[in-house]
């Protein structure tokens, strides 16, 4: 018996940019950025003091109760409203399918880290009792967001989170894909969710020398493949794909956006933070996903790469891309639309993977915002999509996701 073919039935995202998948779409197009000054904290002592942020969240309109919200982490929340609305959005009806055969498959990198922080606080400002809420673990722990959906609905499938930094949701999109089409689940609900914006977070990743810096322009903070690129800015927010067997799909009369292809993964070998010069991790992956899709990159038309606004990791991702594809790669469309929603870390795989569905069924390349100076290490012979959108048919599209500790992840995705 063959594999499986795999298809995408649903959508649902909550990110910087949108509370739903349409708004998140039509400011995508836009060019919007979604950065503001961080408000959860005293941001006087931080170095960056700007993220991309979800604005107007109410987690009780989107039917989380109140007397819940103190025992679940923002990430976790953020998960369950970006599943509910892939769920309405397929059309899942849970009395009509078999729920041993529906999982659920999300990635986070670290997980309720908001809550951890908190009671670290609440514990060295009282005296260092050891008050911890009963509720600590549960909402710290990464893979309580799958764990919570599951319950929900209903779906006794296969169910955990993959934690591999910024590669963790599409690593998770990665094993939903494999596990459909080697005949274990029906549907899996995929994706990925991250709430990292937080005192240790910032701190942290300051320290690194990750972050930008940018804080007299902050809405340009991020700024990939400029010369005076100086980091990636932190971002927030969740997207869930509905991954599904094609033939289950087309006998529930299911709405088919996109085919899942194939997927790489592999490491880098090389360092823990820092790509190779070369790209040599990030070629290979990309290769393949190729060829596990039965493509060849003269096939893609879209790339949305990783492409952080990172000084070494912009300009490796491109390396790879003009090594793999060579004169086809000026003929494609890429695009960092981390520009406008920030780097999501272990959501930015599932949030971008929506990107190039979009690319796919709207014939659009959304832009890479916020390009003023070209850089002497990046060729712009390639076209980068740089400040405005651009109409194109886009028939399969490829999303590179990359993480710390030289974990590497590529999805395929083509027009079913």
Do not use: W
């Not at 009806?93 to 990635?107: A, F, H, K, N």
């Not at 494999?178 to 609900?189: E, F, H, M, Q, S």
């Not at 038309?301 to 492409?307: A, C, K, P």
């Not at 690319?359 to 100076?373: G, K, L, R």
């Amino acid at each position: 018996m063959g594999l499986k073919r795999v298809v995408v039935t649903g959508l649902g995202t909550i990110n910087p940019l949108g509370n739903n998948v349409e708004d998140f779409f039509s400011n995508l197009d836009k060019g919007v950025s979604g950065v503001s000054l961080i408000p959860y904290f005293d941001i006087s002592h931080f170095k960056t003091k700007f993220a991309c942020i979800v604005k107007d969240f109410d987690p009780s309109a989107f039917g989380i109760e109140r007397k819940e919200l103190r025992r679940i982490d923002k990430y976790a929340q953020f998960a369950m409203v970006a599943a509910e609305q892939a769920v309405k959005d397929a059309s899942i009806e849970p009395s009509t399918i078999d729920l041993d055969r529906v999982g659920v498959i999300l990635g986070s990198g670290i997980g309720g880290i908001e809550s951890l922080t908190d009671e670290i606080k609440d514990y060295c400002g009282g005296n260092f009792m050891p008050r911890f809420s009963p509720f600590l673990i549960t909402k710290m722990i990464s893979d309580m967001a799958p764990g919570l959906i599951s319950i929900k609905y209903g779906f006794a499938g296969p169910n955990y989170t993959t934690t591999s930094a910024c590669a963790s949701s599409s690593h998770a999109m990665s094993d939903a894909f494999n596990l459909i089409r080697l005949g274990k689940a029906d549907i899996i609900l995929t994706g990925g969710a991250e709430a990292p914006i937080s005192e240790a977070s910032i701190g942290g990743f300051n320290s690194s020398k990750a972050l930008s810096t940018r804080n007299e322009d902050y809405k340009t903070a991020s700024r990939p493949f400029d010369k005076n690129r100086d980091g990636f800015v932190m971002g927030e927010g969740a997207a869930v794909l509905v991954f599904e067997e094609l033939e289950h799909a087309l006998a529930r009369g299911a709405r088919i956006y996109a085919e899942v292809a194939g997927a790489g993964v592999n490491a880098d070998a090389y360092h823990i933070t820092a790509p190779h010069p070369d790209g040599i991790g990030a070629m290979k992956v990309m290769k393949l996903a190729l060829s596990d899709a039965g493509l060849s990159p003269e096939d893609v038309d879209y790339i949305n790469v990783h492409g952080t606004s990172t000084p070494l990791g912009d300009v490796a991702e491109l390396r790879a891309v003009k090594n793999l594809f060579g004169e086809h790669a000026s003929k494609l469309n890429i695009s960092s639309t981390k520009s406008m929603h920030g780097h999501l870390l272990g959501a930015a795989g599932a949030v971008e993977s929506l990107v190039c569905i979009h690319a796919i069924c709207d014939s659009i390349i959304p832009p890479t915002i916020n390009f003023s100076e070209e850089d002497p290490d990046i060729d712009y012979s390639l076209n980068l999509t740089l400040n405005a959108s651009q109409k194109r048919t886009v028939n399969v599209a490829l999303n590179n996701t990359f993480g710390f500790g030289g974990h590497n992840s590529c999805l395929i995705f083509k027009k079913y």
